[in-house]
């Protein structure tokens, strides 16, 4: 090949890729050359008629090279959901901090009489559930900050075992919050059944407005709103983690992305949740925690926050002064206990 | 030496060396204690009531299976569990075979992997809880017993966030954890897995001679 040859070879070549790069937009004018390739990747994702495609992989969506459809709901993952959920997951301690600098905890003046609220069942199935979903919880947010929290501070090597410790060990835990979930739901369902008295409870907001303590049995609108909440997005989320625990048996891939939807924001919607009930389960309210701990609560807690539970409880004669000595001996076990059985 | 090659190495060493001089060592003074020779004449066999000392104590006496419900499944769920963890995960299998003894055995399909993992889970923080809040395990229960709890807890939590078996780090954290439980196992009460043989045969063996049958 002489010069000239080489020289013609070369400027064909720089036109043709010259072509190919203005593929992307229509030409101003002249003859349009279409890229071969352009069809081609059109077919890859399937856009327009997706033409079905077959292949000797079993598996959901195995003929399908590019979804779509999955990189839109990244996207919007990325940019709405992990928005929003940060926005709601800091805005709602910074609510309770508010709250409690201007009311303050309310106070409990003890009566040294007690009355057995919660029995060693309910106590070990509500601690069981709430171990669950606090480490569920934890590894959840940091899968879902991570790449926001922890990446830009101890980056991705850091990040990487982090990840997949965290996905390891909520995907082992998930069905156990199913198992504690039930037996919390059928152990408490029958004193949480709705009555007229939890609205009136809900409209006064527990006594944050207009300043009377409003009625209340066992459980008050409140705890009852905190523990439908709980069996509604609890059951949302274990079904939607099962499914998510054992993709091969989804029917569908846009099962599995509605499952993602719901499973973050069921977790989302109940992390928040769960901020108002430890806060009224520990600072927020004296003397409530030691009723989950040891099962007992003072007869003055009672008589504030419960108060026809309170009088059911006086009518059956189950509040009675402790005797001096056996209030003692309560007091050297440190156990707080009357004993199992006192129900 | 680095941390990964301190774990592997001399710290596995020395906690395979104190468990098993520690657990024989336990055992050895168990045995070596004796008892006081029975003069009484004997009733029943020794042997017999030994067996059943053993194997009765796997149920609970009659009248107290109701009290003990909880008791009962968290432990067998939790010990169930943990023994098939043990030896039949699938990654303690290999460990079995390439660092221990040269020889592996089938492991547990993943199914039956994950299903005892979320028993023995289940069961352990089943009775930890029941520890803390029952006040009468409160009341006896020393921080012996919390720390075998925890640290058997952290065994089995490094070692469900190594299963990806994709990070050195996790399966490194998992083999540390281990290698110190390894070491407190001798001093502490979770020799029970070994002394709970000794203690029914003995307990057994001293009724059944005396023709006492629980």
């Not at chain 1, 890229?35 to 399937?46: E, F, I, S, T």
């Not at chain 2, 004796?34 to 066999?45: A, F, T, V, Y």
């Not at chain 2, 067998?76 to 020889?103: E, I, K, Q, S, T």
Request: charged share 15%.
């Amino acid at each position: 090949m002489n010069a000239y040859g080489l020289l013609w070879g070369l400027l064909l070549a720089l036109l043709s890729t010259a072509a190919q790069a203005q593929n992307d937009t229509p030409p101003q004018s002249g003859i349009w050359i279409p890229n071969p390739g352009a069809d081609l990747w059109k077919a890859v994702r399937q856009r327009g008629q997706p033409e079905p495609s077959t292949t000797q992989v079993q598996g959901l969506d195995s003929n399908q090279l590019i979804n779509v459809a999955g990189e839109k709901f990244r996207d919007w993952r990325r940019e709405r959901f992990i928005r929003y959920a940060a926005y709601l997951l800091a805005g709602v301690p910074v609510v309770i901090l508010i709250f409690h600098l201007l009311h303050g905890a309310m106070k409990l003046e003890p009566s040294g009489r007690k009355l057995l609220r919660f029995d060693l069942y309910d106590r070990v199935a509500h601690w069981l559930l709430a171990t669950v979903f606090l480490f569920l919880a934890f590894t959840g947010l940091l899968m879902l900050f991570g790449r926001f929290v922890i990446v830009p501070w101890l980056g991705l090597d850091a990040f990487s075992p982090i990840a997949s410790a965290s996905k390891e060990g909520h995907n082992l835990f998930g069905p156990l919050f199913l198992v504690a979930l039930l037996w919390v739901f059928l152990r408490f369902v029958a004193r949480n059944l709705p009555a007229w008295r939890d609205v009136v409870w809900l409209l006064k907001g527990g006594g944050v407005l207009g300043g009377e303590h409003p009625s209340a049995g066992f459980f008050n609108g409140g705890e009852k709103l905190w523990f439908w909440s709980l069996a509604v997005f609890g059951l949302l989320l274990s079904l939607s983690g099962l499914l998510l625990d054992f993709p091969s048996y989804a029917p569908s891939r846009e099962l599995l992305v509605l499952a993602l939807v719901v499973h973050g924001a069921a977790a989302v919607i109940l992390v928040a949740f769960s901020f108002g009930h430890i806060y009224m389960g520990t600072a927020g309210v004296e003397g409530t925690l030691e009723g989950m701990r040891d099962g007992t609560v003072d007869a003055n807690w009672a008589r504030q926050h419960h108060d026809q539970w309170y009088d059911e409880m006086v009518r059956e004669g189950r509040l009675e002064a402790l005797p001096e000595a056996q209030e003692n001996r309560v007091d050297e076990t440190g156990t707080g206990q009357l004993g199992e059985g006192r129900t | 030496m680095t941390l990964a090659e301190l774990v592997d190495g001399p710290l596995w060493t020395v906690a395979l060396s104190v468990f098993v001089a520690g657990v024989a060592w336990r055992l050895l003074v168990l045995i070596g204690t004796g008892w006081k020779r029975d003069l009484s004449h004997p009733r029943s066999g020794s042997l017999g009531g030994a067996i059943r000392g053993v194997v009765g104590r796997f149920l609970p006496r009659q009248g107290m299976a109701g009290r003990l419900r909880l008791h009962l499944v968290a432990g067998y769920l939790f010990h169930l569990g943990l023994f098939a963890l043990l030896f039949f995960a699938a990654p303690h299998v290999d460990f079995y075979r390439d660092r221990l003894f040269g020889f592996g055995w089938t492991p547990l399909p993943h199914w039956a992997f994950v299903l005892a993992a979320e028993a023995a889970f289940l069961g352990l923080m089943l009775l930890w809880l029941n520890r803390v809040l029952n006040p009468v395990t409160r009341l006896i229960s020393e921080s012996g017993d919390h720390a075998a709890s925890v640290l058997t807890f952290l065994v089995m939590l490094t070692g469900c966030l190594a299963l990806a078996r994709s990070h050195e780090t996790l399966r490194l954290l998992h083999f540390f954890v281990v290698e110190l439980f390894m070491i407190y196992f001798p001093f502490s009460r979770l020799m029970h897995s070994f002394s709970f043989l000794l203690s029914r045969a003995a307990q057994g063996a001293h009724y059944g001679r005396r023709g006492v049958r629980v």
